[in-house]
């Protein structure tokens, strides 16, 4: 069967099993577009090409699937770079198509021209320039295999124009589907270690046993493997205690006893001290974050290691492992439950953590998340704008944040029940990413309420995509916390900068959130009083035929606790004033 390259390369996509693509045409995509209109593939025209990315990426985290992106040539594929760094931060599976200018006119700097292979080489997992129509299925298949297989992660595919132009001879080829095989041959140096060593998961099980006071250190590795529920069986096995981190929210229950929450820079005081003091951390598809770790010498001094990652390049790069473990993480959980439960068999004991537990407990009493309520007259405080709407939330909404305070906050305080719940930019910290991948989350699984939480900062990087969202009637509902500020570097300034606030004010009236919520297609409210807090989002929750945006004028004042400093000991960890010792100085120290 003849075909012209871009209908090879929309039916290379439909044979992937591709749903939705996110997108904006230009001059050098635009024969790609024209089959599109003959595809069953749902096409999400997005107002800006970072967009496209962040709600591709919301898709994949929302539905374990790859999220697809097709922009044009030049600034249409230099908008999308932002995505890329942040999905390969982050391991999210992701297919970045990107035109090209005529094969003949590479390098010429013809018009709309950037050497987007040679420009995301940093940040994605692969790339291919494409020179052939000819190769266009096989390398769209190599491209989804390499998204989704071992540690995910984003995949861009540079599309010259001529070889998918159907005025081109060039663009004319014979169709074909490469076969698994065909494939696996294709990409020769690429074979993902998904299968533990069984002398290393024996080491590990035996470690386990022996640990007085052991903590599972679980990162979004879990997520990405599809482990939640070995990782729940692990830890109720041996009664375990489990932290997670800000990629991993909702991997375990937040309401289960094991449950420790979050540990790192603005995780509860016993999630952070938990590690610090345990004897042993056994690291899950956890990459030992800097905003985990604080000060890499001084974090868990006396813990030994197990650390199992898909990614050998992980082990020992931050702290080195006592049992390294390369293999997919639920096939190593799996086969670590097994092992321990043989050891049990045989007679193994483990030690009485009956004191650990009590230890954990007393830190628990006596530093919970907490903040002080509003006096009479003051602006809201957002924790409990977060608590309002997340009990006001089914169980299975999922919620998706930008950077910042509001970030830390809605993973502090939000309960996370269910895995696929929390969808946030971690590694990168990209602000502007929860509206767009708030969108792409309810195309994905629009059977669930999605909530975006967002910063005033944030919003204003990527509020036009409310107007996709009107447009393509995608009922988002959009949480404002609009405190006027930068908010999280207004804090930094206030504890580390002497109260120096530069250029961190954004005004709480510029602009009129309501007005241009409105002038986008959403229905939109502010709320000034708590008494309106719970009566606004109940109107919200009930609207589901259009997006919602609700403005909260929140404090500005209000900082983020617990912190522990960058570059400090997490043992240096700052709670609230009203839960400090009066030895408990807040340093005055410049962070790194």
């Given at each position: 069967?003849?075909?012209?390259?871009?209908?090879?390369?929309?039916?290379?996509?439909?044979?992937?099993?591709?749903?939705?693509?996110?997108?904006?045409?230009?001059?050098?995509?635009?024969?790609?577009?024209?089959?599109?209109?003959?595809?069953?593939?749902r096409h999400i025209l997005?107002?800006?090409?970072?967009?496209?990315?962040?709600?591709?990426?919301?898709?994949?985290?929302?539905?374990?699937?790859?999220?697809?992106?097709?922009?044009?040539?030049?600034?249409?594929?230099?908008?999308?770079?932002?995505?890329?760094?942040?999905?390969?931060?982050?391991?999210?599976?992701?297919?970045?198509?990107?035109?090209?200018?005529?094969?003949?006119?590479?390098?010429?700097?013809?018009?709309?021209?950037?050497?987007?292979?040679?420009?995301?080489?940093?940040?994605?997992?692969?790339?291919?320039?494409?020179?052939?129509?000819?190769?266009?299925?096989?390398?769209?298949?190599?491209?989804?295999?390499?998204?989704?297989?071992?540690?995910?992660?984003?995949?861009?595919?540079?599309?010259?124009?001529?070889?998918?132009?159907?005025?081109?001879?060039?663009?004319?080829?014979?169709?074909?589907?490469?076969?698994?095989?065909?494939?696996?041959?294709?990409?020769?140096?690429?074979?993902?270690?998904?299968?533990?060593?069984?002398?290393?998961?024996?080491?590990?099980?035996?470690?386990?046993?022996?640990?007085?006071?052991?903590?599972?250190?679980?990162?979004?590795?879990?997520?990405?493997?599809?482990?939640?529920?070995?990782?729940?069986?692990?830890?109720?096995?041996?009664?375990?205690?489990?932290?997670?981190?800000?990629?991993?929210?909702?991997?375990?229950?937040?309401?289960?006893?094991?449950?420790?929450?979050?540990?790192?820079?603005?995780?509860?005081?016993?999630?952070?001290?938990?590690?610090?003091?345990?004897?042993?951390?056994?690291?899950?598809?956890?990459?030992?974050?800097?905003?985990?770790?604080?000060?890499?010498?001084?974090?868990?001094?006396?813990?030994?290691?197990?650390h199992v990652d898909i990614?050998?390049?992980?082990?020992?790069?931050?702290?080195?492992?006592?049992?390294?473990?390369?293999?997919?993480?639920?096939?190593?959980?799996?086969?670590?439950?097994?092992?321990?439960?043989?050891?049990?068999?045989?007679?193994?004991?483990?030690?009485?953590?009956?004191?650990?537990?009590?230890?954990?407990?007393?830190?628990?009493?006596?530093?919970?998340?907490?903040?002080?309520?509003?006096?009479?007259?003051?602006?809201?405080?957002?924790?409990?704008?977060?608590?309002?709407?997340?009990?006001?939330?089914?169980?299975?909404?999922?919620?998706?944040?930008?950077?910042?305070?509001?970030?830390?906050?809605?993973?502090?305080?939000?309960?996370?029940?269910?895995?696929?719940?929390?969808?946030?930019?971690?590694?990168?910290?990209?602000?502007?990413?929860?509206?767009?991948?708030?969108?792409?989350?309810?195309?994905?699984?629009?059977?669930?309420?999605?909530?975006?939480i967002d910063g005033d900062?944030?919003?204003?990087?990527?509020?036009?995509?409310?107007?996709?969202?009107?447009?393509?009637?995608?009922?988002?509902?959009?949480?404002?916390?609009?405190?006027?500020?930068?908010?999280?570097?207004?804090?930094?300034?206030?504890?580390?900068?002497?109260?120096?606030?530069?250029?961190?004010?954004?005004?709480?009236?510029?602009?009129?959130?309501?007005?241009?919520?409105?002038?986008?297609?959403?229905?939109?409210?502010?709320?000034?009083?708590?008494?309106?807090?719970?009566?606004?989002?109940?109107?919200?929750?009930?609207?589901?035929?259009?997006?919602?945006?609700?403005?909260?004028?929140?404090?500005?004042?209000?900082?983020?606790?617990?912190?522990?400093?960058?570059?400090?000991?997490?043992?240096?960890?700052?709670?609230?004033?009203?839960?400090?010792?009066?030895?408990?100085?807040?340093?005055?120290?410049?962070?790194?």
């Amino acid at each position: 069967m003849q075909l012209n390259g871009g209908q090879a390369l929309i039916k290379s996509l439909e044979m992937e099993g591709v749903e939705v693509i996110f997108g904006l045409p230009g001059g050098a995509i635009l024969p790609v577009y024209d089959p599109i209109i003959d595809s069953p593939i749902r096409h999400i025209l997005v107002r800006h090409e970072q967009g496209a990315g962040h709600m591709a990426e919301g898709y994949a985290h929302a539905t374990g699937k790859p999220g697809v992106a097709m922009v044009t040539s030049g600034p249409g594929a230099t908008n999308i770079v932002t995505p890329l760094a942040d999905a390969y931060m982050d391991s999210v599976p992701m297919v970045c198509i990107t035109g090209q200018v005529p094969t003949a006119a590479i390098g010429t700097d013809a018009f709309q021209e950037a050497d987007i292979t040679g420009i995301t080489q940093s940040v994605t997992k692969h790339n291919f320039l494409v020179t052939s129509a000819q190769d266009i299925p096989r390398v769209i298949r190599e491209a989804f295999h390499i998204a989704t297989t071992g540690r995910p992660g984003p995949v861009l595919v540079d599309i010259p124009k001529d070889i998918v132009d159907p005025t081109n001879p060039r663009s004319a080829m014979e169709w074909y589907w490469p076969t698994d095989a065909e494939v696996a041959a294709g990409l020769p140096g690429y074979k993902p270690t998904t299968v533990g060593h069984p002398k290393k998961i024996k080491d590990a099980a035996e470690m386990i046993l022996a640990a007085e006071r052991p903590v599972i250190y679980a990162g979004g590795g879990i997520l990405k493997a599809r482990a939640a529920e070995a990782l729940r069986e692990l830890a109720e096995l041996v009664n375990i205690p489990v932290v997670t981190t800000l990629m991993a929210r909702g991997a375990f229950p937040d309401d289960h006893p094991l449950c420790l929450g979050m540990p790192g820079m603005h995780g509860n005081y016993t999630a952070i001290m938990s590690m610090q003091e345990s004897d042993l951390l056994i690291a899950l598809g956890s990459r030992f974050d800097d905003r985990v770790t604080g000060k890499v010498p001084e974090f868990a001094p006396l813990a030994k290691i197990i650390h199992v990652d898909i990614d050998p390049a992980e082990l020992g790069k931050v702290r080195r492992p006592d049992v390294p473990i390369v293999g997919d993480c639920n096939n190593v959980i799996t086969e670590l439950n097994k092992a321990i439960r043989k050891a049990l068999d045989k007679g193994a004991v483990q030690p009485d953590l009956t004191p650990w537990r009590s230890t954990l407990s007393g830190w628990q009493e006596t530093y919970p998340l907490a903040y002080e309520p509003p006096a009479e007259g003051d602006l809201l405080k957002p924790q409990m704008v977060l608590e309002a709407l997340r009990d006001s939330a089914p169980e299975d909404c999922i919620v998706t944040s930008g950077v910042g305070q509001h970030q830390m906050w809605t993973s502090q305080y939000w309960k996370f029940r269910h895995p696929y719940t929390w969808i946030n930019s971690g590694g990168l910290g990209t602000m502007g990413f929860s509206v767009p991948a708030a969108i792409g989350a309810k195309v994905g699984r629009p059977d669930r309420m999605v909530w975006a939480i967002d910063g005033d900062g944030c919003f204003q990087m990527t509020a036009q995509e409310l107007v996709t969202a009107a447009a393509e009637r995608i009922p988002v509902k959009i949480a404002i916390l609009n405190n006027a500020y930068l908010g999280m570097v207004r804090q930094w300034q206030e504890m580390f900068y002497e109260e120096r606030y530069s250029e961190v004010y954004l005004s709480p009236d510029l602009p009129d959130y309501v007005k241009w919520a409105e002038a986008m297609g959403c229905v939109a409210f502010r709320v000034e009083h708590p008494d309106d807090i719970q009566p606004t989002i109940d109107k919200a929750n009930a609207i589901d035929d259009r997006p919602v945006v609700i403005e909260f004028r929140t404090d500005s004042s209000e900082k983020v606790f617990p912190m522990v400093a960058a570059g400090r000991s997490n043992s240096a960890v700052q709670v609230p004033d009203f839960q400090r010792d009066p030895s408990q100085a807040v340093e005055k120290e410049t962070p790194q």
